[in-house]
């Protein structure tokens, strides 16, 4: 549907299906008119049937003649959509009770554990002013920005909001109820149930669904129940790290709580990471978790960083059609074209990819010089055989690396242990 509006400022029609809109002269045009209401005259835009003396439907129908330009969904095109005042997608009163419940739940939480914590807290500093619907303040003074984001939101909103909490010393940490929500992965985040505003007031169990993982290492062999990282079909007898949901460790773990989260987001118990594609280090996933999987997850692949944020994100691409201009008024079907497509799937609760260090090598039984392992394979090793790194050591039979070292610790792995038994009953 090609569609305009009317610019108040300019004196001229904004054809929505041109690339130039209409006017190649204005280069700055397109930013100008999708700025959020917030921070322009809501004014500035007018529904082309008004401004032709024409029926407005809006206006017809009590409302507003006014305007605003959105991206829209439709058929896998992302055509701009000029939709009348207030916002397509204005939160229900059943959303805005989520986020008030929710809300009040984390300052709730934080303060009963000795934590300081307020809702709608202005935030100041070298990114300028912002504001947290909950800000959490751990002891060490680590500042936690929760945002409850029930609501669709643009990826580039998310960036930009997350890149100004960081500025201010604040780790941004976004809450959605959907796994389709465009925060997740683009941003620090943890989804939870679509639930009652009731429930989440009177402290139902809340569970952290996603944006929660746990470091696995294992040590890739027949006798382990996770698969060959490198696809190989068999087992590579390497080191393979990767993160996973709670539920789906080996053997699983407990549940997260959102109570847990708030609690340890702040103490510096749990902490955000960024884990980068294998095959793409600009893109990658966020998560929370544990500082020990952290450390060692650090001291197997180095320290991470975050991506810098992106110049382009495929969510925020533009379709023009180059459509003659329609001016009649579409108030009521405006909907239609802003976003008839579902959201694409964006928390699969997949593994990372993760990463596969080296087959570590053994030294032959009774060799006097020691095997070199690099502190990575060293600190994969430990963590795959769940013991200290200085405890590990070579079996004196076959010379690959076990726990030998500490308290009851073998000197021979269990296949040289077993195939010893078997000689001596014969």
């Keep these: 549907m090609a569609n305009g509006v009317w610019h108040r400022g300019y004196n001229i029609e904004v054809n929505l299906s041109l690339p130039d809109l209409g ?70 009163a059943a959303e805005t009770d989520q986020h008030k419940a929710t809300k009040e739940r984390v300052v709730a939480t934080a303060l009963r554990h000795g934590l300081e914590a307020s809702a709608e807290q202005p935030v100041r500093g070298t990114g300028g002013r912002g504001v947290a619907d909950a800000l959490v303040t751990g002891p060490d003074g680590t500042r936690i920005g929760w945002e409850i984001q029930y609501y669709p939101l643009s990826p580039s909103a998310v960036h930009r909001r997350s890149v100004k909490a960081r500025d201010n010393g604040v780790m941004p940490l976004w809450v959605t109820k959907s796994d389709r929500a465009a925060l997740i992965d683009r941003a620090p985040w943890a ?62 773990k407990p549940p997260i709580h959102i109570e847990d989260l708030i609690v340890t987001s702040a103490t510096g118990e749990s902490l955000a990471v960024f884990v980068p594609s294998r095959h793409n280090p600009r893109t ?59 959201r694409p799937l964006r928390d699969f609760g997949q593994p990372t990819g993760g990463l596969t260090l080296p087959v570590l090598p053994m030294r032959p039984a009774n060799a006097g010089a020691p095997v070199a392992v690099t502190d990575p394979e060293r600190a994969a090793m430990a963590a795959a055989l769940d013991c200290k790194p200085w ?26 242990r077993e195939a010893w038994a078997g000689s001596q009953a014969r």
């Excluded at 006017?23 to 032709?52: F, K, N, Q, W, Y």
């Excluded at 079996?395 to 269990?414: D, E, T, V, Y």
Aim: hydrophobic share 30%; glycine share 10%; charged share 30%.
């Design 391 to 416: 405890e590990l050591g070579p079996c004196i039979g076959c010379g690959q690396f076990i726990r030998r070292f500490g308290r009851n610790a073998p000197m021979a792995c269990r296949a040289c």
């Design 23 to 92: 006017h190649p002269d204005r280069p700055g045009l397109l930013d100008e008119i999708m700025t959020s209401v917030a921070e322009r005259d809501p004014e500035l835009l007018e529904c082309l049937a008004h401004h032709d003396g024409n029926t407005c439907e809006s206006e017809a129908g009590g409302k507003s003649p006014w305007m605003f330009v959105r991206r829209g969904r439709v058929g896998g095109r992302r055509p701009l959509v000029a939709a009348h005042l207030p916002v397509t997608h204005k939160p229900s």
């Design 284 to 342: 990658g996933r966020h998560m929370w978790v544990p500082v020990k999987d952290c450390s060692t997850w650090k001291d197997m692949a180095g320290p991470t960083r975050l991506p810098k944020e992106p110049s382009h994100e495929p969510d925020d691409d533009i379709t023009f059609s180059s459509e003659e201009l329609d001016r009649s008024c579409r108030a009521g079907e405006e909907h239609l074209a802003y976003r008839s497509d579902p």
């Design 191 to 252: 989804r939870v149930d679509d639930m009652d505003w009731q429930d989440i007031a009177d402290g139902r169990e809340m569970l952290i669904r996603g944006g929660f993982r746990h470091l696995q290492t294992w040590r890739c062999v027949p006798s382990s129940v996770r698969h060959c990282l490198e696809g190989s079909g068999g087992h590579c007898g390497s080191i393979h790290a990767d993160w996973f949901l709670p539920a789906l460790c080996e053997p699983p």
